[in-house]
């Protein structure tokens, strides 16, 4: 801080901020901020690139096994776009003075989480399916609302990165598509995914509005914009009528148009099923994790000798200048 | 040669080579997920994405001369282990991240070279595919050869890994250099690169750049063969049977 800053009280500066967000400014690295809005910031920005690159296991698990050249390589794009959204936002989330080591070390201790929907196994092709159509989705109508988060570096991130969402989702619609107007068996493979993966992609949007731990400060300070029962609802409708077209159903008997609302009306959410998951006990946490962890520890090595190399390029440069 | 077995000879050479690009591809796809930083994980994945791309325009263009209604699929998925006709080199199973990155500076050397070659080809859909390969693998050859020398100055570590790397897939090398009776007569009819030739540079071109990476260049003494005859390591039965289960497990649908 300045002394010029020194010199105006906490309170000041922070209804200046407020004034600032309240005009729908961007806010900067360099500017002011409340040291709570950094914090939430960097748990939040690392919390999204930690589900990026996680998200890229179980999607990755089908790369080798991908039913056609032509779906391969449309799945390899797309797992390398997940890959690039993490570095987007690590290096956003970089501009609030976090480290990429630190972020990495907060996730493998535990202290930083992902997206708990990647705790799910991706265990058939239509799995890959159901995953760019629902769990892309999600992520869009989340991302598409966080495009006019306060942050400026986090709302480019997410321009840049929705631009790319729109392809991952028609994949997964296209590939729920064919199989649900393939054989009887692959149409009973693509229920099956969306058996599995509607709820969870419904809890993807985080706890009711009332239950949510950060919601009310972040909505005052706009780093979210739209509540997650708002961004559930909006979801529950696109995707309705998304299924009908294929002819696949919802697993979700409470079901049905609400007229008066005009929106969709669902049944309750497993909160049990979330927690549960939420804290390790899904089918895959374990396995996201330590294979995050091997493959850092494994490529150590690769690290070390880049930047030992580095350094000895440096000792000869000064070497020859000398 | 007459023009029917022209025909069917430029089918099987697009088939070899295709089958080089996919199972490379294959390989290097392998590490989605796994490098040992998130940017290189997206370097791999691209040039995994080049080589699964070369091998589609290849296996496309076989599948149009067979007319019989193949697809690149039928190529890349129904044919076992015996009917593959990639060098060994391309195969082996990734290794370390040495390993990968070693293998791919070989492979690079080569590709380029090769590429520029298919060029000069009788055939214009032949020469076409090298066009679009030669940009590729001038990016790719860049790079490997980059890991190359900051693996070899890096660490006692990288440089043993590197060393013993370049050391296991010395054998693998030669055969990339050998020409059987149909690459002959398609290399007397203008049509496929003589890669005999191609020997003396990329002799030059490894050593140099082992030399700087202050890697030593193994001795000649052993060789294996055999990928053109669908001869190979166990390695590849695993790799097929991943890459094929879909199309093994539910035959003839559409995904
Ligand atoms: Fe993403
Ligand atoms: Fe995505």
Known sequence: ?322 | MNAANRHEAVLQYAVRLGDDALVLGHRLSEWCSNAPFLEEDLALTNVALDYIGRARMFYSYAAELSGDGRSEDSFAYLRDCREFTNLLLHELPRGDFAFTMARQYLVDEYALAFMEALLESADPQLAGIAAKAVKESRYHLRRSRDWMLRLGDGTEESHRRLQSAIDDLWGYTHELFELDELEQELVAAGIAVDSAALRPAWDAAVRATLDEATIAVPAGDWSVRGGRQGIHTESLGHLLSELQFMQRAYPGLEW
């Open chain 1, 1 to 322: 801080m300045t002394t010029e800053h020194h010199e105006q009280d906490l309170a000041a500066l922070e209804q200046r901020f407020q004034a600032r967000i309240d005009a729908e400014e961007k806010i900067e690295p360099k500017d002011w901020m409340p040291e709570k809005y950094r914090q939430n910031l960097i748990r939040q920005i690392s919390q999204h690139a930690h589900s990026e690159v996680i998200g890229m296991q179980p999607e990755g698990n089908w790369i080798t096994r991908a039913p056609s050249l032509h779906r391969k390589c449309i799945l390899l794009a797309k797992v390398q776009d997940e890959g690039g959204h993490g570095l987007y936002l690590y290096s956003a989330a970089e501009t609030l003075g976090a480290s990429r080591e630190e972020m990495n070390q907060a996730l493998h201790d535990g202290r930083a989480k992902y997206a708990s929907i990647f705790n799910y196994p991706a265990l058939t092709w239509a799995d890959i399916g159901a995953i760019g159509w629902l769990v892309d989705g999600a992520a869009i109508v989340n991302q598409v609302s966080l495009q006019r988060t306060s942050y400026g570096p986090y709302a480019r991130g997410m321009v840049r990165i929705c631009k790319e969402e729109s392809f991952h989702q028609r994949q997964g619609y296209h590939i729920m598509m064919t199989l649900a107007r393939g054989t009887a068996e692959q149409k009973a493979m693509a229920q099956d995914s969306l058996n599995r993966f509607w709820w969870p992609s419904l809890m993807m949007f985080g706890p009711h509005d009332a239950e949510s731990a950060h919601s009310a400060q972040s909505m005052k300070w706009k780093i979210k914009r739209q509540s997650n029962d708002e961004l559930r609802q909006k979801f529950v409708d696109q995707s309705v009528k998304q299924a009908e077209v294929i002819g696949l159903s919802i697993p979700d008997p409470d079901l049905q148009w609400n007229e008066q609302r005009g929106h969709y009306d669902f049944g309750d959410i497993d909160w049990e099923e979330f927690n549960r998951v939420i804290n390790g006990d899904g089918p895959c946490n374990r396995q996201r994790l330590a294979h995050h962890v091997k493959a850092h520890e494994e490529g150590q090595w690769v690290r070390d000798a880049i930047s030992a190399h580095e350094a000895k390029k440096r000792q000869r440069n000064d070497r020859q200048a000398a």
